[in-house]
């Protein structure tokens, strides 16, 4: 569905009917194809039909949050955690009430994928649509076919975990770890992903600078190019640079130029880039090392 008036028809529906619960999933973008984090697709199956919401043409927000927030029907999903921080980063709401079924399966000693929940003789492995660009439209039937095959199975999938947890006497500790998940704050701020860098805690206080300055203008600099932040620079490319912990911006700028294959670095704008964040108050979020993610 691509209109408002196609999702105000399903609320409606959904009201009407008033089902126990709903599975839902999210097709995104992770900086793969463009930069940014996107909820391109988000499909909801009722128990008789998947409806396959188009996030990039459906315009009114609020239906959007009256089905995902304010809704009372239980949102069964697999792995909730990377679609919360995905949907709270890129359109700042959440999802609620939700069960999630990979803690279920994990509490009853089947942790994996959930294709290798559905089927343990499977090898689990990735889908061909892992990589696929999700922002392209329109989708090929076979892409729209395969993001409404990962909410058809999991209502059913939700009573057998269920049934298995109240016979075990699990359920208390599923519906604790399941609040757990659900209470986590969720946007994440792109310009201190460096701080979840492994060589982060090792550096010095100038190399910390160092990498702030350069993770800041990369950032800029991607945005500014619709690209990937890693086409313009790898982590472990800004960590390496940070670890001499240069003081100069053209230097800063000319040495990750110089290490980059691929995609060709304006050095004259990087420099003005990172130039600016050094400039930037310690307070801005956006460029001080010192900021809480």
Partial sequence: MQTDRELGRLLDHLRQDNPQAVAVDLESEHNLHSYG?????IQVFDGGQAHLIDTLAV???????????????????????????????????????????????????????????????????KS?????????????????????GDVLPLLELADRLLAEMVERRL????????????????????YQGYRRLPEFRRFSAEQKRALALLWHAREKYAEAHDLPPHNVAAHEVLAGIARAAPEDPR?????????RSSVSIDVEELTRLIRRAREAPESDGEAGPEGEE
């Fill in 37 to 41: 984090i996107h909820v391109a697709l």
């Fill in 59 to 125: 315009k009114d927000r609020g239906l959007l949050r009256a089905l995902l927030e304010e809704s009372p029907w239980v949102k069964v999903m697999f792995d909730a955690s990377g679609d919360l921080a995905t949907l709270g980063t890129a359109m700042q709401m959440s999802i609620r009430p939700v069960f999630d079924l990979s803690i279920a399966a994990r509490l009853l000693g089947r942790p994996g994928s959930l294709n290798k929940l559905l089927d343990p003789e499977s090898s689990g492995g």
């Fill in 128 to 148: 061909k649509f892992q990589k696929a660009n999700w922002l392209k439209r329109p989708l090929p039937p076979e892409q729209l076919e395969y993001a409404a």
């Fill in 171 to 190: 359920l208390y500790r599923f519906l604790s770890a399941n609040a757990r998940v659900q209470e986590k704050t969720r946007a994440r701020d792109p």
């Fill in 251 to 259: 230097a800063m700028a000319e040495a990750l130029g110089q290490r």
